[in-house]
């Protein structure tokens, strides 16, 4: 005796199909088959009865034989059926259609790739013109004031007065960052007000009063990103370095030359590009002629 299986839930929905496509198709073949053979026993039938008993010989006109026409017209519907069976159902069964379907996912698959790639580079297309925008807008600055011989100060000193170019540097930094040297800051007698004073310094421990104080220019540079115009203010050690990160240069070219121990680097005409100059001659207040000059990045 056997015992009928209860079904489990454990039976995988696609083998169930593949059954069910089985049976199906076992169905299929049998019917055809069943109808391969009562095509031939009707014909073999029909030519009997209407050719060799002449039974109703006469019922077509012209001459023609009933049981020709008969077995003409199951031979039509055994084509269609065969056609049906193993044309139609091997280019457009279930098979056939879940290849095709396979095929499409594929293909709409790859398209959808393609664009998600498309959109991932127009994404990073975005973010870096944006991030191009962004560094257009800022306007790193070195603020300095050199001889024609680059001279910048001397003794950790400034070498002239010049009046008006000490106010030309007050409006151009007020409420900006001014980042300078740990040696520039300690030439000046208290931090410059109304500016967030930076100090770079290599000394770990180093404090000073109402300033904040960082161990490299990028760190300095990072803490004034909030600033459309940071301002690096010297002196020759970090104006060097500075020239990597400016933007612009305001310079105060002192027309003269002086003795000193700390310079201006040289500006290359090929990286920077004068675009604006207002000339300064002698007076009561001013002992030298000087100019303001404002360079720009070439390609900045
Ligand atoms: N004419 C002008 O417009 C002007 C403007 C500013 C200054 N100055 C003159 O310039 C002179 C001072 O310039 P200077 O070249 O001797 O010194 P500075 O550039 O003012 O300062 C140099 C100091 O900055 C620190 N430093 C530099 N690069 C650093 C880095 N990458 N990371 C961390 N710390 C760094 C170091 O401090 P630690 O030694 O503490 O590590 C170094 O000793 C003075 O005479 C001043 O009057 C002139």
Redesign the pocket.
Known sequence: MFRKRKPTSTIDPQQVTLVEHAQQRIAQKRWFHNHLLASLFLNFFALIINLAFDYMADFMPFGLQWSYILATLLGILLLLHFLRVFVFHTFMGKAWETQQMDFLLEKQALKVEKLKRNMDKEATLKASAEWERERQKKNITM????AENNA???????IWHLSDDLKHFKNLTKGHHVI??????E?MPKALPNRTNVI????KD?TAEDAQVV???EAALALAQEDEQPFI???????R?GLNYADSIELTRVHADFEA??FFPEIDSKVWREVWRENRDVDEKHKYAFSFIRYEKINA
Do not use: C, P
């Open positions: 603020i300095a004031a050199a910048l100060g001397k003794d950790n000193k400034l300078m040297g740990r040696k520039t800051f030439s770079v310094t290599r000394q180093y161990h490299s220019l203010i010297g002196g020759g050690e970090i104006y370095q121990d700390t």
